[in-house]
């Protein structure tokens, strides 16, 4: 199973028992809706501030057939496991303190967005603030028929033998054309994106054979030179993916 970052762990109990409503996590673009793109502007949301890592999940209430007491022991565990791994990640996070996600990512993708013909891309912004109702906000902001929104994350693996990069994107339309009659009529369903993915590239350490103690030093050892070229590799890898798969918006390039 997936392991979950510390920040998701509020969310398990609010979805118990009432459900949560989740988009798909990919939509492709069908070729008529491509067609009726005229212009787009792109935002990298890069609200992450800091490197985190995946904290295994717990299955406590998995193996004792569920309950609201079980589910708390869980968040416990998962609490706990979050507090030790936060101790190990200040050494790491330390070496990162220049590095700007979204400057990045930025930098790496350079104009290829602008070759992408169905987008017809205008411009690129980084935005480094999350406020309420981002999405919303976005949109009433920018200019053209749609948004394309880019959101990268970046997090060690559990057991700290690897950094993950990865990126939602989104395509999220603004002319009313664009709009379905239906989502039409309803303001959080108006953002519904008519494009969805996300991208991933998984960076190993360079160091066989060690704990998740001995990792921890290991990536943040020579003032951070390994996870400094992880992420930099990461970047890189992303971007390509990125730019590759807003090529192939009909198919999905993480679909089995």
Known sequence: MRAITFGSLCGLLLCMGVGCATEPAYIPLTPEQSQQVGSSNSVILATQKELNADIDKSNVSTYTG???????????????????????????????????????????????????????????????????DQVASLLAAGQGDVLLLITPTYALTSDFSALRVESEIKVVPRATHLISAENAKDEKKRMTPFYKTNVSHLAPLTVAGTVKEEAAKAWAADGGARIRQAMKQGVTNLADKIVEALNHPEQSLTAP
């Open 66 to 132: 569920g309950g609201l007491i079980f589910a708390l022991v869980d968040v416990a565990v998962e609490n706990s496991r979050a507090n030790s791994a936060e101790a190990l990640l200040k050494p790491i996070r330390d070496t990162l303190n220049d590095f700007e996600m979204g400057k990045e990512l930025r930098q790496a993708l350079g104009s290829r967005l602008d070759t992408i013909a169905w987008l017809h891309l205008k411009n690129t912004e980084v935005v480094y603030d999350n406020k309420p």
